[in-house]
């Protein structure tokens, strides 16, 4: 990407858009629409042909980033500024694993497993003519097993929500447009990760489960669109600030 200029009074603001595709069959979709000014991220790491291995250290993973969409559902052809930009792919290699206090662990993500990972995590290298990310396992924010985001598995101490829909009227009965609606920051949970690693090695579970309605922090998480069109976050347990029944 070459470099941005900007005086210190501009300020441009990205428009909203969707995107992740882990695999040829799965429907899900990252928002940036809570983006506040312009994010402007390094062009990727060229690795030379001549080097054929990259193993990551410590807690670190080797993504291979899923291709964007080329086409939308109806068939038309996209350019590629208008490409929705991946989220997800596959681990191709793993680190050794980290030291918590006295106690070695391993990675818990294996090669050949697809995975989701936040939006803005990780170096993208570009290795064997195909890209990739580089990150810490911490930046995973789970495992896809099946092609629906409803069935994804959380890591460590993130938690699968599903959304709940925003209001179609205000109190008075008025129809709200779709601009006008407030995004909602409840939702039903789904899924819960096993929880963070205390210093013992161990996991400390989580406070909420699946099941709970809970009232999370607005501008949390990485947004998801399921395959029913349904829409889903996968936050961190310190965004959760409520359970509500």
């Known amino acids: ?12 603001f990205l428009p909203p858009f969707e995107g992740l595709k882990p695999s040829s069959t799965v429907k899900l979709s990252s928002s940036f ?13 060229t690795v030379a042909p001549k080097y054929t291995t990259l193993k990551p250290l410590g807690d670190r993973v080797l993504v291979k980033i899923s291709a964007a969409e080329e086409k939308t559902s109806g068939g038309i052809l996209l350019p590629s500024t208008a490409q929705s930009k991946p989220q997800g792919g596959e681990i191709v290699a793993v680190g050794e694993g980290r030291t918590v206090g006295q106690t070695k662990v391993d990675v818990s993500v294996k090669t050949g ?12 290298v570009e290795f064997n003519g195909s890209n990739h990310l580089l990150l810490k396992e911490d930046d995973i924010v789970g495992i896809l097993e099946t ?35 407030e995004k909602p920051s409840t939702g039903t949970v789904i899924a819960v990760g096993p929880g ?7 996991r400390k579970e989580l406070t909420v489960s699946a099941g709970n309605t809970v009232l999370y922090s607005k501008y949390a998480g990485n947004d998801f669109k399921g ?6 976050i996968v936050l961190r347990a ?8």
């Open 1 to 12: 990407m070459a470099a941005a200029q900007m005086t210190a009074s501009s300020r441009v």
């Open 33 to 45: 629409g809570r983006t506040r000014g312009l994010l402007v991220k390094a062009a990727a790491t």
């Open 113 to 124: 497993t697809q995975v989701v990972y936040s939006k803005y995590a990780g170096t993208e």
């Open 147 to 181: 092609d629906d985001v409803k069935d994804l598995k959380p890591l460590n101490d993130r938690i699968l929500i599903k959304v709940m829909e925003a209001e179609e009227t205000t109190a008075g009965g008025l129809l709200l447009t779709q601009a006008s609606k």
């Open 196 to 202: 963070p690693l205390g210093e013992d090695g161990s």
């Open 227 to 232: 395959s029913d069109g349904s829409e889903y």
């Open 238 to 245: 310190s965004d959760i600030m409520a359970v509500i029944g």
